[in-house]
T-cell receptor, first 113, second 112 residues
Framework: GAVVSQHPSWVICKSGTSVKIECRSLDFQATTMFWYRQFPKQSLMLMATSNEGSKATYEQGVEKDKFLINHASLTLSTLTVTSAHPEDSSFYIC?????????FGQGTRLTVV | AQSVTQLGSHVSVSEGALVLLRCNYSSSVPPYLFWYVQYPNQGLQLLLKYTSAATLVKGINGFEAEFKKSETSFHLTKPSAHMSDAAEYFCAVKNTGNQFYFGTGTSLTVIP
């Protein structure tokens, strides 16, 4: 079946540094990918829609300069958390849709210290 | 706008008992509805989905859900809970742009 892979699975970074998270569709092309954020004990919230070859579309309240999204190819979207702060610590999950089914990455646990 | 509401953030059942996790949706168009399971520090695994075909949808691991338009519900059930069913369950609705909107989740505890 289709697989979406995220890397890294977990990352710890110092406050003020930037972190890049990769999301790859391994056996299909995805012109659109989505990034979600999940705070502890809470649901997933859509952050942005990543479009191959064009700018991402951000949900209301999500800082586009803070969360940089690059969808440079049909199989790769990256989310860069810039100048990370402890409040950015969260679980980030990407997804890609093939026909009507969405496939989710395994998630990335970001801890900012 | 589309949304889902999950009633009950925590549900506890005895092993072998019926599992019932509730989800109600709000949508002005026929919805695409999904149930996902999430184990700690892992991504989402699709349990089942409703895409306007059969109203009773069977999924993996013995789960099923019934789409009831009159009640705007899509409750998840399993006749007999197993210890391995303990996890977080999310109901979600997908819009025509393939964006998912999730419920707040229900944590299922299975008591031996």
């Amino acid at each position: 079946g289709a697989v979406v892979s995220q890397h890294p699975s977990w990352v710890i970074c110092k406050s003020g540094t930037s972190v890049k998270i990769e999301c790859r569709s391994l056996d299909f092309q995805a012109t659109t990918m989505f990034w979600y954020r999940q705070f502890p004990k809470q649901s997933l919230m859509l952050m942005a829609t990543s479009n191959e070859g064009s700018k991402a579309t951000y949900e209301q309240g999500v800082e586009k300069d803070k969360f940089l999204i690059n969808h440079a190819s049909l199989t790769l979207s990256t989310l860069t958390v810039t100048s990370a702060h402890p409040e950015d610590s969260s679980f980030y999950i990407c997804s890609a849709v093939r026909t009507t089914e969405a496939f989710f990455g395994q998630g990335t646990r970001l801890t900012v210290v | 706008a589309q949304s889902v509401t999950q009633l009950g953030s925590h549900v506890s059942v005895s092993e072998g008992a019926l599992v019932l996790l509730r989800c109600n949706y709000s949508s002005s168009v026929p919805p695409y509805l999904f149930w996902y399971v999430q184990y700690p520090n892992q991504g989402l695994q699709l349990l089942l989905k409703y895409t306007s075909a059969a109203t009773l949808v069977k999924g993996i691991n013995g789960f099923e859900a019934e789409f009831k338009k009159s009640e705007t519900s899509f409750h998840l059930t399993k006749p007999s809970a197993h210890m391995s069913d303990a996890a977080e369950y999310f109901c979600a609705v997908k819009n025509t742009g393939n964006q998912f909107y999730f419920g707040t989740g229900t944590s299922l505890t299975v008591i031996p």
